[in-house]
């Protein structure tokens, strides 16, 4: 059985889910469901009506729900290399396969490439000091692989080493605290070439690039993500084939999974082993799947598919195994099950720090293992728009894998902004997803989950993969023939929750 989430693909949204379509998020009540007394430690002083003019209330978006937070919470966006630093070519960066795969014709929307993005290459000083304006606390970037080893081994080119050391800095200076994660999907090209993720020596080559990185800036980052999303790389890239490296192998798809968690084990020893007190963990999409009915078939059917959907990355990191109905599912003969080898699941579920968590979607799974659409999506046809799949996925893994301390580094939706003639971007839609979001993590926190800070997905709008410019996520509008940057409402909205300490 091979199962997929159905990200949005040309031709594969489901009826009813235009571009466009209905924002409003799903009802959600958490003031006044949130049990009373049992807030998380707050500065839950009054809120103070907002004085920015881009604050006025005018919908239901800005009603504020007197939440407050702990008084440490990191509030954060998140952004990665490919999406927004363009310089494809600069200070000797190497090809990635997302070069690749953008530049060949109809892999992605118009055309479009990461060759320019947002410039944040050549314009990060002007956008620290937009994350500074904002409050930011936590910001959540990734490194470039074939920036730092063009060639996917060997020596470091230290110019591309220096944009980090350079960004890093820059997020100190403005009491913002780094979290660099390792691989954002941007693999090198020549290790594409002698096989990429099929090939074990893939993730060897990853962790010397981890340790090259640890020994350039280790001491200035304080936490450190693995892998993003091992789970999109294998189904988007390897089963569905709509992301690089653009490849249809269910079977390979799987075996890629192990390696990408073998490289996630590797990384995590490496940092060990350089005596760093910095923290380290895996950075996991997870998707609530709930039944389509009450059958026992669709449980069943929907046991299965959290398990490829969730516990087939959760498990062998936290619990040293994969999980048994998946390899079932899978059989002895795949190339995963013939791909562990002895001492494997050992490295990978080296002891971790944190766990991040990125939170888009449910999945509603019908008797025969399909999926069903329950709630309004977004602009992007695979995300529907529910607040309650973020406490749920949240209870859930502090239930089932212990106090592990939680970050969410993405949560977002894309909206269908526009410049307006007054210099303003009013993206309600995104205040009100957030807002909702928002209201679903304070529940978490009330009700025990360690969760430490939350991250927007994205600070700005950047390159959404095969949809290229198309969809927009950012907080900060971007104008990308001028690469002018506009906060939206959402942005402004942001700055008065961080100051607030609550929605
Ligand atoms: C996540 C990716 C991120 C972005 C968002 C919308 O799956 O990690 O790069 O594409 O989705």
Known sequence: MSIVTQRWSPGAAPAGAAAGAELTAAPVAPAATEPAGAAPPADAAPVTPPADPHLTPHTAAEARLNLGFPPDFGWGAATSAYQVEGAAKDDGRGESIWDTFSRAPGRTHGGDTGDVAADHYHRYPAD??????????????????????????????????????????????????????????????????????????????????????????????????????????????????????GRQDTDAAYLVAHHLQLAHGLAVRQLRDTGSDSRIGPALNLHPCYPADDSAATAAATRLYDGYENRLYLDPIFTGSYPADVLADLGPDSRLVRGIRDGDLEVISSPVDLLAVQYYTPIYVTAAGGTERRWPTSVAAWQQIFPDGMYDILTRVTRDYGPVPITVTENGLPTPDALAADDTVDDAGRVSFLRDHLAAVHRAI??????????????????????????????????????????????????????????
């Open 446 to 503: 009330a009700a025990g989950v360690p969760l430490e800070s939350y991250h927007v997905w994205s600070l700005m709008d950047n390159f959404e993969w095969e949809q290229g410019y198309a969809q927009r996520w950012g907080l900060i509008y971007v104008d990308y023939p001028t690469q002018r940057r506009v906060l939206k409402r959402s942005a402004h909205w942001y700055r008065q929750v961080i100051a607030d300490n609550a929605i």
């Open 128 to 245: 620290l000091d937009l994350m500074r304006d904002i409050g930011l606390r936590s910001y959540r970037f990734s490194i470039a692989w074939p920036r730092v080893q063009p060639d996917g081994a060997g020596p470091v080119n230290q110019r591309g080493l220096d944009f980090y050391r350079r960004l890093v800095d820059g997020l100190q200076e403005r009491g913002i605290a780094p979290m660099a994660t390792l691989y954002h999907w941007d693999l090198p090209q020549v290790l594409q070439d002698t096989g990429g993720w099929e090939n074990r020596d893939t993730a060897h080559r990853f962790a010397d690039y981890a340790r090259a990185v640890f020994d350039a800036l280790g001491d200035r980052v304080p936490t450190w993500l693995t892998v993003n999303e091992p789970k999109t790389v294998v189904q988007n890239g390897y089963i569905i084939g709509h992301h690089a490296p």
